[in-house]
């Protein structure tokens, strides 16, 4: 069964509002959680690393005001999506991995597709 | 150099066939290996780890070259079920924190 649980997996939104998504481990503590972005046909891309208590480790080129990182426990990290525009609309899939195993794959949620009208 | 490279495909093969995907990668330091399947529209689920010794699991052989840093994955008897992008995943570590590094994928597509 699933690991790692994401909510929603699907919203559609009006450009300007704000969408929070969010991502859970299940049965493990995680204190990294990783946010991608996929755009049709393309491949994953690392938006941020999530840290648990600290904030967030954010790639080249993404806007950290723009989406916004929380990390509160060892099991929920959420991304907001904030000020949505259409070129928002992508598929976003966080992963986790179990605390402490540093070479132990990555579990994905099942992804949250955005559209932003 | 991209840190991890594979060939975009698509590779159309016939059920039954077998093929093979190779994924190069630049970190000689790089510790572990990952074979990750995504289907359209889907997250990435994993296909199996990359061991030293090389692993099987059922149709599918996975082995690890370090001298020429690259990782390969052999899919025999091909299904109309393997239909999906194929990504090459390289953890390495540094200290106390790791770093995840995709390849692109590698898209299969078996045909009747």
């Known amino acids: 069964g699933a690991v790692v649980s994401q909510h929603p997996s699907r919203v559609i939104c009006k450009s300007g509002t704000s969408v929070k998504i969010e991502c859970r481990s299940l049965d493990f503590q995680a204190t990294t959680m990783f946010w991608y972005r996929q755009f049709p046909k393309k491949s994953l891309m690392l938006m941020a690393t999530s840290n648990e208590g600290s904030k967030a480790t954010y790639e080249q080129g993404v806007e950290k005001d723009k989406f916004l990182i929380n990390h509160a426990s060892l099991t929920l990290s959420t991304l907001t999506v904030t000020s949505a525009h259409p070129e928002d609309s992508s598929f976003y899939i966080c992963s986790a991995r179990r605390q402490g195993a540093l070479i132990s794959p990555l579990h994905f949620g099942n992804g949250t597709r955005l559209t932003v009208t | 150099r991209k840190e991890v490279e594979q060939d975009p495909g698509p590779f159309n093969v016939p059920e039954g066939a077998t093929v093979a995907f190779n994924c190069t990668y630049s970190?000689?330091?790089?510790?572990?290996f990952f074979w990750y399947r995504q289907d359209c529209r889907k997250e990435p689920k994993l296909l199996m780890s990359?061991?030293?010794s090389g692993n099987e699991d059922g149709r599918f052989t996975a082995q690890l070259n370090r001298a020429s840093q690259y990782i390969s994955l052999l899919i025999r008897d091909s299904k109309l079920s393997d239909s999906a992008t194929y990504l090459c995943v390289v953890n390495t570590n540094t200290g106390t924190a790791s770093k995840l590094t995709f390849g692109t994928g590698t898209r299969l597509q078996v045909t009747l």
């Open positions: 990359v061991y030293s």
């Open positions: 970190n000689s330091a790089s510790q572990s």
